[in-house]
Nanobody, 125 residues
């Protein structure tokens, strides 16, 4: 599966953005999809994931502010980001593990076989 993230931009603190990740390939509905982010000089970190059965998982830092969802008819996964903070500034990436699998450690980058190009989110104070 090929992934392409979009929707990044510049927003003020407290604002909202919605990221999209479009996937090509077959059987999109059978994939777990995840969002990661990487701030300048920092390691890439887990943000959120949604399984093929629509179970959702979030990093503590975004819980209650971000919502991950998917539209299987459009082969797209979304990340709705509300109440944005300057510390949310990063390049956001979408990722997927092998079809039909859910990584035992969602935060481990090695659990993901497919990565898209990132989209930059900048939150000004």
């Amino acid at each position: 599966v090929q992934l392409q993230a979009s929707g990044g931009g510049l927003v003020r603190a407290g604002g909202s953005l919605r990221l999209s990740c479009a996937a090509s390939g077959r059987k999109f509905s059978m994939y777990t999809l995840a969002w990661f982010r990487q701030a300048p000089g920092m390691e890439r970190e887990f943000v959120a994931a949604i399984s093929w059965s629509d179970n959702t998982y979030y990093a503590d830092s975004v819980k209650g502010r971000f919502t991950i969802s998917r539209d299987n008819a459009k082969n797209t996964v979304y990340l709705q980001m509300n109440s944005l903070k300057p510390e949310d500034t990063a390049v956001y990436y979408c990722a997927a593990p092998l079809i039909g699998t859910l990584p035992s450690n969602l935060s481990n980058l090695k659990g993901y076989a497919y990565w898209g190009r990132g989209t930059l989110v900048t939150v000004s104070s």
